[in-house]
């Protein structure tokens, strides 16, 4: 009898993007609802298909998504904030509106706030309860996939985001905590024991719950609240008509401190991330066990790297739980959600290197090997040719390693990693060099990436035009956005990154060690997608990067124009990391590349440099026990011996794309950059508090606008959103910019949104 094989979820937007063409084109008014409903339908149908063939037992369903998974959980369970039912639009523009906003004939609304996913740079949008929400079953999703899939031959296994991550992730209106009332337990946990329920009757086998927040350090009365929903809703796997096993799904972590309360409740299936969780999970079953009727799905195939995974590894991690229990599936750590469809295509990787790589439909291969190896004896195991092809990968001599670098690591001294003089001093030299008004505005660095812009880059790709054209357009759309920026009165300009194809793979183009995809897209927030680079050797700086552009554009204008660099910790944060070598290490050697290029902007006259960490939160370990261990305590001064070596006059920003740092805020600060900007329209304004409390020393820019959504922000609300900052904050350190960069937008808003944030920004000056 071989081992029932599981995958958590499968990437949804399809080989070739499909689901974001369609809906983008539904956006732009190129196609109707029906194209985009049928595109859906067809990817599921194949995604479902291309998982059978590779033996997968139990292939989810209501994975797929429009937008995100968190925002469907919202609509089943009847979340759907006043402001956008009033709306009155058909169910999949409700769910648009909450996605993105809103701004047309039936009304003006924002979109609902965006969050990380946990440590990955998947955006979930934030539920939305109200006192006057009805939580009651209100979309048929999940049922219509199933019958979906059973029409076309396959017992899918649903997932749903759990009631437990629902209820810790979802918020009041004002951004705040819930309060959890026994109705409001009593009726999301009514919501899910009828989901069941239906399930019995459709003739589903499993159903998966998942609850990553259980990896979360708990908080007083977590377990409890955990606890209340699950009796509630274990008794509805069982009626008249039949029974529907569940499957608690943990991932991206370890419930080494839940765990024994998780294997005495009963679940059918709980599943454990052996990848990410590893050690608290193995420890957890030791100590505890495994109950009678508890399969536990061990979770040995990464969801969040694209390298082979190690065989040998994977069997140790099954043996160790096979010692413990008899019921044992073997499943992936997490979704796929979070690694690119497939190799297909990928021609540009020779074969030697190749062979390296698993994507999402490879994973689904290892899984079903994993689990064969993992039922034969050691003599079948020592004959198999599946594990000896596997195991020449893990043999070390995949790369040669780079002695430059490795010196120049070695050298390394304290004092590379600290700025001088003092930031208040620097920041009064500053000041008085730069010649800013208080309240300065800037943005975040790029503006809008036209369809034109992207045609001028893949014409140069396909040797259409020649360099010496190309770079004549990138300089026209250079003085374009730098004459607009005068025009509108920003005090800091940028040159606006016409140049890049992305924050990430721009930069790793010019470093020794990266490698690049050409479809290796994953999924980011809503129909966004990010194609990262893959770190595959040791890394330096092969030639200046930004120089040209930012020397050119400063050349163009009065105004100080801001250098625009990718900081190391975002840099290896959104590539795929190395394997075999720590973290640690490949951002240092991020680092010291970057610092190559900081002085030579330096050097060439600029005089502000934004280093950008828009990802340095994003990676920030799930305990915080591990918090400054595992990664803090090299991240933080991996960003100073990037900008230690400037003048004091040069002044650094970074940027981070989110507000949710209260906790590590004398970390930030300890970053040492002169002004940092972050997203804060989309969030509650704590962050401010923590400011305050803290006494950060780092001018600071909270962002005055969404730039994620197609709205127009009026003058009065960012003058309303100012003021409030300036409640909080001491005017002499305040910046005023939107969230984030403005690639992703259009020109016909950036422009006027702009024009009302200097509006709003001179407004509240001529006050203070
Ligand atoms: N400088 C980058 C831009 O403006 C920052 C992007 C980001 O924070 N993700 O596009
Ligand atoms: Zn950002």
Redesign the pocket.
Known sequence: MSLITSVVGFPRIGAHRELKKAIEGYWKGRTDLDEVRSTGRALRASHWRIQSDQGVDLIPSNDFSYYDQMLDTAILLGAVPTRYRRLGLAEEDTLFAMGRGYQGPQGDVTALPMKKWFTTNYHYLVPEIEDSTRIQLSSTKPFDEFKEAKELGRITKPVLVGPYTFLKLARGPQGQRLDYRHELIDSVAAVYAEVLTRFIDLGAEWVQLDEPYLVLDKQDGDISLFKSLYDRIMPARHNGSGAVKLLLQTYFGHVDDCYEVLQSMGFDGIGLDLVEGREGNLAALERCGVSQGTTIFAGVIGGRNIWRNDYARSLGLLDAVGRVTDHLAVSTASSLLHVPFSLDGEDGLDEPVRRHFAFAVEKLGELKEVSDLADMDDAGRRASPALAGNQVLFDGSRVQADPVVAERIAALQPQDFTRQPARAERQRLQRSALGLPMLPTT????FPQTAQVRAERARLRKGEIGQEEYDAFIAGEIDRVIAKQEQIGLDVL?HG?FERND?VEYFGQNLNGFLFTRNAWVQSYGTRCVKPPIVWGDVSRARPITVRWSAYAQSRTDHVVKG?L?GPVTMLNWSWPREDVSHELQTQQLALAIRDEVLDLQASGVKVI?I?E?ALREKLPLRRSDWHSSYLDWAIPAFRLVHSGVDPTTQIHT???YSEFNDIIEDIDAMDADVISFEASRSDLTVLDAIQAAHFETEAGPGVYDIHSPRIPSQGEIEERINLILGKMDAGKVWINPD????TRGEAETWPSLEHMVAAAKAVRARL
């Open positions: 943005t975040i660095g790029s940028v990154e924050m625009m990718t934004q950008d828009a940027h981070m794309c984030c960069g403005l690639k």
